[in-house]
């Protein structure tokens, strides 16, 4: 894919040191974030409520965009009732994932909210002095239903601003590129920044423009879960589904070693000693936080074994090895991630030995840049 010059009249450029200067521009705004805010999912949870708290607490009255759509909800809450296929779920856990499902909806409900618009009407949408796009898979072109839905390229949005804040592609590679209008749509941003090095090479080859690279929220804003932290005894946390045969061993093998209990959270795997399918947003971060190890083979799996600074170990999988292995390289952790080629003896120090403290570190500084790019993006005062 040949690199090409930015579109004339782009706004997705940084800011420059004029206009982050003190005055009206710093004002507290009101603002809107878009994203994946009801989906049945620990991570997009977390995600959604991190940013919009994360945006508060910068003194901005910031709310989701509390956008809806049915073809999406029909799509979301049917997953979420089978969410490990093609392995098949019996009648009994189908059961445990409805309750599970049904412990997110007041959660959603508890998040500060905009007044409900329809998704393929945003002109009815409240108008706002910025709208924020992400964090999540917002531009991922094989979404399989908000694929290609045009208010998360920004179209039709009731702001004076549009920008966007950790954003990603997902599982759509940037060798395949995109081309018009997605690249019309992006060009008009007035700030872009996303979370992994895949959407930082598709808007290099297909914008010519080298955006920021900035935390997933759950990282960039920490914020403790409610409730008590559950269950107290010693622990190693399974989380995700469908892990392969030789990984699923090699975890079974150093849980043995070291007489730990597996605990598989929100989906089903029969290797583990104990399935708690129906956790919630909410005691999923408490388990996460309380294990000893975590072993997964999702994208917010690492991202909270980070945050916590548990040891883990991620299996790559075809649908999440682009969004994981860009993290892990923007951190300095690509030891975690554990293929097919991995020696027999890969997994042992990465689920019994702290974490390398370059990592930490490399969070701390990648969590200034993210910080400096909101405050640009934003229009900020720089206190410093």
Known sequence: ?????????NHGVR????????GSSAKRQRIGVLTFHRCINYGSYWQARCLVEGLRA????????????????????????????????????????????????????RLPLSRPFDLDRPETMEEFDTVVIGSDEVWNLRHPWYSGCLPFFGVGLRAQRVISYAASFGNFSCWEGIG??????????DAISVR?????????????QETDLVLDPCLQFLLPPDGEPKPRAPYAL????????????????????????????????DWADAQ??????????????GAEAVATNFFHGCVFALQNERPFACELSPYRSIKVRGLMELLGGEAHLVGDDAPENALEPLMSEPLDPRIPARIVEVRAQSNDYLRRALLECDAR
């Open 196 to 208: 992994d090095e895949n959407s930082w090479w598709m808007l290099k080859n297909c914008l010519g």
């Open 1 to 9: 894919m040949p690199n090409q010059d930015p579109p004339a009249g």
């Open 238 to 269: 399974v989380y995700g589904h469908n892990f392969s045969p030789g990984f699923a061993a090699r975890v079974r093998r150093w849980a043995d070693a070291k007489r730990l209990p597996l605990l598989s959270i929100g989906y089903r795997n």
């Open 58 to 109: 910068r003194g901005h009255d910031a709310v989701i965009l509390d956008h809806y759509s049915a073809s999406a909800n029909v799509a979301e809450f049917r997953v979420a009732l089978r969410p490990t296929l093609p392995t098949p779920v019996s009648r009994e856990d189908t059961e445990q994932y409805a309750c599970k499902a049904r412990k997110f909806f007041p959660e959603f409900d």
């Open 180 to 189: 018009a209008p997605w690249t019309d749509y992006l060009s008009r941003l």
């Open 276 to 289: 708690w399918l129906t956790a919630g947003p909410h005691d999923f971060a408490h388990a996460v936080a």
């Open 15 to 22: 800011p420059t040191a004029d206009t982050t200067c003190c």
